[in-house]
């Protein structure tokens, strides 16, 4: 595929189909992702793949945010609901990769160059599935950042979860998308 045309039609497919995923695929979309830039040379990423019940992981790490976060008068029975609804998001694809950013110790590294090439490995990650015929969804929000899912996954120190990513191959056409023309958002500097 055209680099070109993977950019500009890459979608969110938030309707996959539970088929496995070879492992070679997988093992594609990984090595693209450690392809990214980064200051240094620090490669500040770390990767989880989780299959089958391996998304168990994530699915705990869900309930735990979800119980840490529920109304303190919610009965057991409520609460176990609440927490088994949660742990069922991880199994809506049947592949999701973790992505952490660890910065770098150096001090000449910022911090937030750190998280930039963590989410550039993310890019090079969702267009290479786009390239194979699959179909991705980066899905971050709260429960991301949470303390207790850095717990699920053992993150220490400066150590964050930048997303995770669902890949399977799509059961829905892809949205129409649009993008405001880069001339309205750009300044043209040559003296």
Not at 64 to 85: F, G, H, I, Q, R
Not at 182 to 191: D, H, I, L, R
Request: net charge negative.
């Amino acid at each position: 595929m055209d680099m070109k045309e993977a950019i500009r039609n890459r979608r969110s497919i938030g309707k996959i189909k539970q088929d496995p995923v070879d492992k070679s695929l997988i093992e594609e979309i990984l090595e693209a992702g450690i392809w990214a830039p980064n200051h240094c040379y620090t490669e500040p990423w770390r990767f989880w793949v989780m299959t089958g019940e391996g998304r168990g992981l994530l699915g705990r790490g869900y309930a735990e945010v979800a119980a840490a976060e529920a109304d303190p008068t919610l009965s057991e029975e409520e609460l176990s609901k609440l927490k088994s609804a949660q742990e069922k998001k991880a199994f809506r694809a049947p592949v999701i990769i973790a992505v952490a950013v660890t910065p770098s110790v150096k001090p000449v590294v910022p911090e937030i160059e750190e998280y930039a090439a963590a989410h550039a490995a993310v890019q090079n990650m969702l267009l290479t599935a786009h390239a194979l015929g699959l179909g991705t969804i980066w899905r971050t929000g709260a429960p991301t950042y949470h303390p207790k899912m850095r717990e699920a996954f053992s993150l220490v120190g400066k150590e964050e979860l930048v997303g995770f990513i669902y890949i399977g191959y799509p059961d829905m056409e892809p949205p129409k998308a649009a993008r405001v023309p880069f001339a309205q958002k750009t300044v043209w500097v040559s003296e």
